[in-house]
């Protein structure tokens, strides 16, 4: 039975990242002895498996050198959760599964969000301040050379002087991640190929993402409803996951807002945690949406599944994306849900037959439009939830998941380890 160093968030960290790892670990454990490495105060253990032994990651290294294992896999995503593996990879390299095709948005974070970078630009001029943050301004500003040369001074000076999220999408900053592993695991194609343009030689694995679809009990959903003030009669719209700007929530409420003048029994569901709820109060008020509205926040992840099927139809829209295939998406799928979704090239592997496309130019009329339909259609959502439900525990079946990982970890293990590039300094220190 081989041994696995596995590097990622658990349970109950804020990311469903942490959730995904541990239907991995599942999936993985029965074959192997697996070590859990995290960067968290507290892991919910009830959410493993009772053979896997979680560790703090900072001492991944010394317990490797003590005894070796024979594979490291490391979940990255485009999240603060994940900012201690930058520390792990390039010392020992391994399959690297890549959630986000972006990172960019994290890694500047560790650079440009520090205590003594905010200091910094509280007194720009305080020669104190200027030569503490010069190390980490300089290490970001080589990331940037390393992965983008022609474009880093201006990149560089455009995330220092302005304000905003959508540059880095152009500029996902993935090369150096990828360069440090023996092999890199994906969930679609798109980001695949993405990886083998971006990193010439570069190994890419598409695996598929262990989703079940939880039996709910009789009687279950419609206590649920009844609990979150939803009536038997209502058409209830669910939005699931963390609810950020990206998830287009407005886009959503104003859909709704329209919809709701010929479906007067329309609910809004939102369900995930909330980054801002005075702001998204504050603005389903201003749509005129928040006396039909139910926020949620986070909920239990064993409740999850009851949630989505208290939504007659699912909304799952994102823009800017990071290419990223959503588990709270296969989730919807697998629990029969009709879900409304942008049309988005990374997800063509969706059938059609299975969710209601839109498109992205006109999100709004293309949401109003579809809620109306199916308000009216039982049959067409019944119809595609059945699709969808066939869809998503076929592909992504913690089967398919296991096999999927097994062949990646065979071939990683084949792989030699990465060769020795002209990496910034402080990528080239670690690996030495």
């Not at 109060?281 to 239990?300: C, K, N």
């Not at 059609?352 to 259609?377: I, Y």
Request: aromatic share 6%.
């Amino acid at each position: 039975m081989s041994r696995v160093a596995f590097v990622t968030p658990l349970p109950p960290a804020p990311t469903g990242i942490a959730d995904y790892s541990a239907d991995v670990l599942a999936a993985l454990s029965p074959g192997h002895q697996i070590d859990a490495y995290h960067a968290q105060e507290d892991v919910d253990s009830s959410r493993l498996p009772a053979a896997v032994a979680a560790h703090p990651a900072a001492e991944l290294i010394e317990r490797h050198r003590q005894r070796p294992y024979d594979a490291v896999i490391y979940q990255i995503g485009n999240g603060p959760e994940h900012d201690f593996l930058y520390e792990l990879l390039p010392r020992l390299p391994g399959l690297l599964v890549l959630h986000d095709l972006v990172l960019h948005h994290a890694r500047a974070r560790m650079f440009l969000d520090s205590a003594a970078v905010r200091a910094y630009a509280a007194a720009p001029a305080d020669r104190a301040r200027q030569a503490a943050v010069r190390p980490a301004l300089e290490a970001y500003r080589a990331e940037l050379a390393y992965a983008y040369p022609d474009q880093a001074e201006r990149l560089f000076e455009a995330q220092l002087g302005t304000v905003g999220t959508l540059l880095p999408y152009a500029y996902p900053l993935f090369r150096l991640a990828v360069e440090a592993s023996r092999l890199t695991a994906v969930h679609n194609e798109f980001m695949a190929e993405a990886v083998r343009a971006e990193v010439p030689g570069a190994a890419a694995v598409r695996v598929a993402m262990p989703i079940t679809a939880p039996a709910i009990a009789a009687g279950t959903v419609s206590l649920l409803r009844a609990r979150l003030g939803l009536a038997p009669g209502d058409f209830v719209v669910g939005s699931f996951g963390l609810l950020t700007p990206e998830k287009q929530i407005e886009t959503v409420a104003r859909a709704v807002a329209r919809a709701a003048v010929h479906v007067p029994q329309l609910r809004l569901l939102l369900v995930g945690p909330v980054p801002d709820p005075g702001a998204l109060q504050a603005r389903l008020e201003g749509l005129g949406v928040a006396g039909r509205a139910v926020v949620t926040g986070r909920v239990a992840f064993g409740e999850l599944a009851a949630h989505m099927e208290a939504a007659d139809v699912a909304v799952h829209l994102r823009y800017p994306t990071a290419r990223e295939t959503s588990a709270a998406l296969l989730r919807l799928l697998a629990q029969g849900r009709p879900v409304i979704m942008s049309d988005l090239e990374h997800l063509a592997d969706i059938p059609d037959d299975a969710v209601m496309r839109v498109d992205v130019r006109d999100e709004e009329g293309a949401v109003t439009r579809a809620l109306l339909s199916l308000a009216v259609r039982p049959e067409a959502r019944a119809r595609r939830g059945l699709r969808a439900r066939e869809f998503a525990r076929t592909e992504h079946a913690p089967s398919r998941c296991r096999a999927d990982y097994e062949a990646a970890i065979a071939r990683a293990a084949a792989l030699p380890e990465p060769p020795r590039r002209a990496w910034p300094p402080h990528w080239a220190t670690l690996r030495a």
